[in-house]
């Protein structure tokens, strides 16, 4: 059974956070509940994580009904009203919908709206070496876009080639690809929790 607020998915549970840390502060934050940053051992692993960031930060799906309009997101009247009235965009809180711990939710920023979300993987010890900070395996990119293109894949980004340190984010702006990002950058952050834990 995974703890509230996490997500199953085979032998793991997840729980992707809105607060944004940098790296090593997000590394301490998971060690503290005895959880992992999340690893990607498998392309299913992978494609799972994708798929429930995709939705998790898709505006167009949050449910809203709007009778009369008013400072709240989209002018519904459900929810807690926008501290931010005089911006053009608006923000609800505590919203009555699966997608409830979407915090502050905004296009502009906020909630999970704006960012990546952090991984175990960094180059921060040797730069252009990179490797799962949990269990110390060099990252293979190889294993998840070589034999068949067309599957979800860490593509988007030639690791290989880039030597510069940093960790590894799955960003927003390239569809949840993994990227190198400057480790101290904020980011949201999952945190994994294996059945054995």
């Known amino acids: 059974?995974?703890?509230?607020?996490?997500?199953?998915?085979?032998?793991?549970c997840y729980n992707f956070y809105s607060e944004k840390f940098s790296w090593p502060e997000a590394l301490i934050f998971c060690r503290a509940f005895n959880y992992t940053l999340v690893t990607l051992t498998t392309?299913?692993?992978?494609?799972?994580?994708?798929?429930?960031?995709?939705t998790i930060t898709d505006v167009s799906k949050v449910q809203i009904r709007s009778?009369?309009?008013?400072?709240?997101?989209?002018?519904?009247?459900?929810?807690?009203?926008?501290?931010?009235?005089?911006?053009?965009?608006?923000?609800?809180?505590n919203q009555n919908t699966p997608r409830s711990r979407i915090?502050?939710?905004?296009?502009?920023?906020?909630?999970?709206?704006?960012s990546g979300f952090w991984t175990a993987g960094t180059s921060a010890d040797l730069q252009g070496h990179?490797?799962?900070?949990?269990?110390?395996?060099?990252?293979?990119?190889?294993?998840?876009?070589?034999?068949?293109?067309?599957?979800?894949?860490?593509?988007?980004?030639?690791?290989s080639t880039n030597q510069q340190s940093g960790c590894l984010a799955l960003e927003k702006s390239t569809g949840f690809n993994v990227a190198r990002v400057d480790c101290m950058t904020p980011q949201h952050f999952i945190c994994e929790r294996h059945d054995s834990q």
Request: with cysteine; glycine share 8%; charged share 20%.
């Open 67 to 93: 009778t009369t309009p008013g400072p709240y997101l989209f002018g519904s009247r459900f929810g807690t009203p926008s501290p931010y009235s005089s911006r053009s965009r608006y923000v609800w809180q």
């Open 43 to 54: 392309i299913d692993q992978y494609k799972f994580i994708k798929g429930h960031l995709t």
């Open 103 to 114: 915090d502050n939710l905004s296009s502009n920023s906020g909630g999970y709206i704006s």
């Open 130 to 159: 990179w490797k799962w900070v949990t269990n110390k395996q060099t990252i293979d990119f190889d294993q998840f876009n070589a034999t068949d293109p067309t599957k979800s894949s860490f593509s988007g980004m030639l690791l």
């Open 1 to 12: 059974k995974c703890p509230d607020g996490f997500v199953r998915f085979q032998d793991s």
